[in-house]
């Protein structure tokens, strides 16, 4: 971009130029873009077969021996047989105390309190609903 020395800011010309570039620019390129893809549909692609890679080996692991059975490891004792015990009766169920009851209380009674006097009930008269005038947005009844 041009800059005027006074300004500072890049002239209308380096910009119309600039765009009108970028347009044809973008016109042609669009059209080789899209014949360059179908050109590129049409060939086959090679297919490219590598070798199978090598399986690392862990330096850091080391390999251990398989571990023997468990059985072998540690031996299972050999237990004399249970003696049969003889059959026992039944022992009678113990019985449980009688529960002791405990002796009913009298309910309380609640001391009685002076009744407050009745006082007259006082009517008060009903005014008379006002009336309003209707309001200007909304429409008379």
Same mark, same amino acid.
């Given at each position: 971009?041009?800059?005027?020395?006074?300004?500072?800011? @890049?002239?209308?010309?380096?910009?119309?130029?600039?765009?009108?570039?970028?347009? %044809? %620019?973008?016109?042609? &390129? &669009?059209?080789?873009?899209? &014949? #360059? #893809?179908?050109?590129?549909?049409?060939?086959?692609?090679?297919? %490219?077969?590598? /070798? @199978?890679?090598p399986k690392p080996e862990l330096p850091h692991l080391p390999v251990l021996p398989p571990?023997?059975?468990?059985?072998?490891?540690?031996?299972?004792?050999?237990?004399? /047989?249970?003696?049969?015990?003889?059959?026992?009766p039944e022992l009678p169920k113990p019985e449980l105390p009688k529960k002791h009851e405990?002796? &009913?209380?009298?309910?309380?009674?609640?001391?009685?309190?002076?009744h407050e006097p009745v006082l007259p009930k006082v009517e008060v008269p009903k005014l /008379?609903?006002?009336?309003?005038?209707?309001?200007?947005?909304?429409?008379?009844?």
């Amino acid at each position: 971009l041009q800059l005027l020395p006074s300004c500072g800011h @890049p002239t209308m010309g380096s910009k119309s130029f600039l765009l009108g570039s970028f347009v %044809v %620019v973008l016109v042609f &390129s &669009s059209s080789d873009v899209c &014949s #360059a #893809a179908r050109h590129l549909l049409d060939i086959p692609k090679p297919k %490219v077969e590598l /070798p @199978p890679l090598p399986k690392p080996e862990l330096p850091h692991l080391p390999v251990l021996p398989p571990l023997p059975h468990h059985e072998s490891i540690i031996p299972k004792p050999e237990l004399p /047989p249970l003696p049969k015990t003889p059959h026992l009766p039944e022992l009678p169920k113990p019985e449980l105390p009688k529960k002791h009851e405990e002796p &009913s209380l009298p309910k309380p009674t609640l001391p009685t309190l002076p009744h407050e006097p009745v006082l007259p009930k006082v009517e008060v008269p009903k005014l /008379p609903e006002p009336k309003l005038p209707p309001l200007p947005h909304l429409p008379e009844l």
